[in-house]
Structure formats: C-alpha cells, structure tokens
C-alpha cells in the first residue's frame, strides 16, 4: 500500500515543475511531501503534463479496434458509427473518476479494490478476481502478438510459406525479444515517450487509411457518415451494438492500469498527502484537472482510430458482403488496398497493422506487469512499500509476461476452454471495476474535490452501462 501520512509539518509547494516527469529515484507510490509541487493552470501548461493517456491509447487501440472494430464495420455498415462515439465517451468517466481517487490519495487501483467489501480473509472481493484474473493477463495478448507477427511475416516471411509455424514463429520471437529489450530498464519516462510516438504514428496510419479509400469504389461520404451518426439501432443487431459497446474504448484493465500511470507520472507526488489544508484542496484540484485533460486528450486519439477503422470495415468490406473474421481482416483488406490504389497501398496498411499490434504489446507489458507485481504482493509475496524489491519483481514479470503470450500465440491455435474462462473473468472484472470506482468514490475521495452533480451523474450512467455490459457477456458466455 502506498504511504500517504502528512508529515509532522507542512511542506511548501515549489512552483510548477520543470521536469514533466517524476525524477527516476524517486519513488513515486511514497507520497511523503517531499515532490509537493503546485500545478500548471493554463491549457498550454497542463498540455507539457500528458502523458498517462498515451500509455493508455496505446494498450486500447489492438486487436479489439483494429480487427474487431473493423470486422463490425462490415457486419452491419456505417449505421453504429455512432456507438464508437458514445461507448468511449461513456467509459472515460469511470477512468476519470478512480484517477481522481488515485491522485487524491496516492494510492492505485490495486490497492483500493482490496478494501471494496464483501471481504474475504481480510482482502476485498475484487482482490481474488484479480488473482484468478492472472489467466486473462497471461493468454490475453496472446493473439494479438501473433496477430502483429501475422502482419509482418506477410510482408516479410521468413522461408518459402509466410503463414508457416516456422514464419510466424520466427517474427513472434523477434517481438517477445524487442518488448523485453525495450522495458528492460523499467522506466515510467520510456513507457511514455515510446507510446506517445507509436501512438501518433497509428493514428496517423488510420486517418491516412481512410482517405485513401477517396477516389476509389470505395469512397465514403459525408452522407454515409450523418447515416452513422443517427443513433439507430436495426433489429437484431443490439447483440452487435452490445459487443461494440464492450470491445472498444478503456476496459476495466486500462482503467486499472491508468491509476498506475498517473501515480508514477508524478500527479500524486505532486498533490502531496492531504493535510485537510485548502492548499492542498488547490493543488489536488489543479492535478486533477491535468489529468482530466490527459484523459480527453487520449479518449480523442483512440476514438478517432477507433472509428476511422469501423469506417474502414463499414466502406470496403460491408458493400461488399465480406465479414472476415481474426487476421483474415487484415489479408482481405490489405489485397483490396493492393488492387484499389497499388501495391503500396497494400504494404502500408500491414506495415500500420502491425504497428498497431505490437503497441498494444508494448503497453500491455507494463500495465500488466504491474497488476501482477502488485497483486502478488497483496497476497504476501513481497513488500510492495520495498521499491528495489518491486522493481525487480516487474522485471522478472515482464520478461515471463511475452514469452507467455508468445508461445501460447504461436503453440494454440484455439484454446477454447481458456478463452471462455478468460471471458467469464473478463465480464466480472468490468462489473467489478465499475462498483469499486463508485465505492471508493463515495468513501474515500476527499468530497471538496469532487466535481459537482452532472460529472457524478454521467459517472452513474458510465459505471452501470460498464456493469450491464459485463452482466451482458458474462450471460452471453453460457
């Protein structure tokens, strides 16, 4: 659990910090008053403070936007355009919300879920979920790493076959290598500053994608867009709009794993430990409206991504009659590139696909790297409080995390029985995710920083259409 005693005396705020990041020996779940720091108050200042929303768009744009967004798309057309709107718009304000818990208290998500009741043997019931939640965490991104390797080994197959064990084995390799390599050091600075350029780069890639479909038989138009934004539903497609609603925006993993990000940017450590003083109402106040920028500033990013890939499956493969499903989506609309605009066209959509893919992997292995450390450390593993013994536990973890993924991706073709267990646990995490975010809201977020009746009934609405969804897949599943 993280320290957040006030100190015996009052330690005055410096002024806004330099450094848009917390100095690397510093321990950021120790808020002590030491890093107290007063916040930016205009736009352009708060801007020099993203950060944590980047490392968020990175773990949200995969295979659940890329693949599924798209393969949507082509089921049903431009007519739940709309939804990729209102399913990301809805979440935010659950992230926001425990974000602010988070800040005001030092703590991250980990550590309130385990005071959520009912408890049993002394941990919150959220707790244990997260620890059967350790087979999600470990198969989860097995497809999309194999997905990634998919991509690349087309465009560059190693052998005779791109499609063989041998191809595909090779490229996931190369993958599980790269992550390992790159989060060798455990730094929140290179977690950050890789994902804000992958980042930019897909989302650049997906913008770039959908207006090449202009002047080719597959143009869209502002038409087919006011189509999508008419908020209808055709009958028998609620099971589709109910699976979209559930498949894009923050899940209750990147919700988890914000609370994380904003803690070791520096936004705790900043506030300080809440010594009941106005000043520290202001200051809390101040980096919580950072966050909420960091936050809408990457709900934009991912959403736009997100939609221009619907929009992708909506005009090229809907017309058409094609609903391809898993890396199919990425060969059919490739080949269709291929023919309406050249080759090019065609390599520059799997080189961005397989981009795409890979951040989400390169995200992934730190978020979960953490939920895992911390939820070992719960059940008494180790002292989390220990930061050269956290480290290095997150080490260890990240290394086993892609080689996991990585063998079962290119081992499994279909683990079915894990994949339904993985979902039944994925449905009741996000139910969980949603009343621990209202429980600790109500329970131990300081009221004077709490934003007024509107943002807690659009937290309301967020937390029970979350639930819905998770009560929804966890019936769907049987």
Do not use: C
Request: hydrophobic share 55%; no cysteine.
């Amino acid at each position: 659990m993280s320290t957040s005693t006030p100190p015996p005396s009052a330690v005055p705020a410096s002024s806004t910090p330099q450094s848009t990041t917390l100095s690397a020996d510093v321990d950021p779940y120790v808020i002590d008053g030491a890093q107290t720091t007063e916040p930016p108050r205009t736009l352009r200042g708060k801007l020099r403070f993203l950060g944590p929303g980047m490392i968020t768009s990175a773990a949200v744009v995969g295979s659940g936007e890329l693949l599924t967004a798209t393969a949507l798309g082509a089921q049903v057309g431009f007519m739940l355009l709309w939804l990729v709107l209102v399913s990301t718009f809805l979440k935010v304000w659950v992230q926001i919300e425990l974000a602010r818990w988070s800040i005001s208290t030092g703590r991250v998500a980990l550590d309130g879920y385990k005071d959520v009741p009912p408890k049993i043997a002394g941990r919150g019931w959220i707790s244990w979920l997260v620890l059967f939640m350790f087979l999600q965490f470990f198969i989860g991104q097995a497809g999309v790493i194999s997905a990634s390797a998919f991509a690349f080994s087309t465009l560059f197959p190693i052998g005779p076959d791109p499609y063989s064990l041998l191809s595909i084995g090779v490229w996931v390799a190369i993958l599980v290598v790269v992550a390992i390599a790159i989060h060798a050091a455990n730094r929140y600075a290179i977690v950050e500053n890789i994902s804000t350029v992958l980042v930019l780069l897909v989302t650049a890639f997906a913008i770039t994608m959908v207006f090449l479909l202009g002047g080719t038989e597959f143009a869209w138009s502002l038409a087919d867009l006011g189509e999508g934004m008419r908020f209808q539903i055709a009958a028998g497609a609620f099971g589709v709009a109910l699976a979209m609603f559930g498949m894009t925006g923050v899940g209750a993993g990147e919700t988890t794993a914000y609370t994380y990000w904003v803690v070791e940017k520096g936004y705790a450590a900043w506030t300080g430990p809440n010594d009941g003083s106005e000043g520290w109402v202001a200051r809390a106040r101040g980096w919580i409206s950072v966050m909420k920028v960091d936050a809408w500033v990457s709900w934009v990013i991912y959403t736009v991504s997100t939609a221009a890939f619907y929009i992708l499956g909506a005009a090229v493969l809907h017309p058409q009659g094609l609903v391809p499903e898993g890396n199919d989506v990425m060969l059919t609309i490739s080949s269709i590139f291929d023919s309406a605009v050249g080759r090019w066209g065609g390599v520059l959509f799997l080189v961005g696909a397989g981009l795409a893919l890979f951040k989400t992997i390169l995200a992934n292995v730190p978020s979960l790297g953490r939920q895992v450390g911390h939820t070992l450390a719960i059940f008494g593993a180790y002292d989390w409080n220990d930061q050269r013994t956290r480290i290095r536990w997150q080490r260890v973890i990240m290394i086993i995390l892609p080689i996991a993924w990585g063998i079962l991706g290119t081992a499994v073709s279909s683990p079915l029985a894990l994949v339904i267990i993985a979902g039944i646990l994925n449905a009741i995490f996000l139910i969980g995710a949603a009343v621990a975010t209202l429980y600790l809201s109500y329970t131990q977020t300081d009221p004077r920083i709490r934003d007024g009746a509107p943002t807690m009934v659009l937290l309301w609405i967020s937390a029970i259409a979350i639930a819905f969804v998770g009560i929804y897949g966890l019936v769907n599943t049987f």
